[in-house]
Nanobody, 126 residues
Framework: QVQLVESGGGLVQAGGSLTLTCAAS????????MGWFRQAPGKEREVVAV????????RLADSVKGRFTISRDNAKNTVSLQMNSLKPEDTAVYYC???????????????????WGQGTQVTVSV
């Protein structure tokens, strides 16, 4: 059983930056590829970024390429999302999630993630 706790959300002006961090406990963190998702009001949860078990491979949604970076530190059991050049359309609740242990690389489907954090709000003002 993996417990995930996100932090780092908040209110930022457009063009600003935030770094989200997800701390994991329980289970074996390096056994799970990880993902960051977001959900805006009235919209479905969508994948933002995924990273492989050892961090050597990442994939970003087209909407955030060039602006967001995902990374992980298996020694500290953390995964981070560095968000630059934020836009109002990035406003959402951001969740980190741990994929089922058979995935080497983070899948994009919400249903393939076994463990979720409680989410952290990111609000980008104009």
């Amino acid at each position: 059983q993996v417990q995930l706790v996100e932090s780092g959300g908040g209110l930022v002006q457009a063009g600003g930056s935030l770094t989200l961090t997800c701390a994991a406990s329980g289970g074996t963190f390096s056994s799970h590829s990880m993902g960051w998702f977001r959900q805006a009001p009235g919209k479905e949860r969508e994948v933002v970024a995924v990273i492989s078990r050892l961090g050597g491979s990442t994939r970003l949604a087209d909407s955030v390429k060039g602006r967001f970076t995902i990374s992980r530190d298996n020694a500290k059991n953390t995964v981070s999302l560095q968000m630059n050049s934020l836009k109002p359309e990035d406003t959402a609740v951001y969740y980190c999630a741990a994929a089922r242990s058979n995935y080497v690389m983070g899948p994009s489907s919400v249903g393939e993630y076994a463990y979720w954090g409680q989410g952290t709000q990111v609000t980008v003002s104009v």
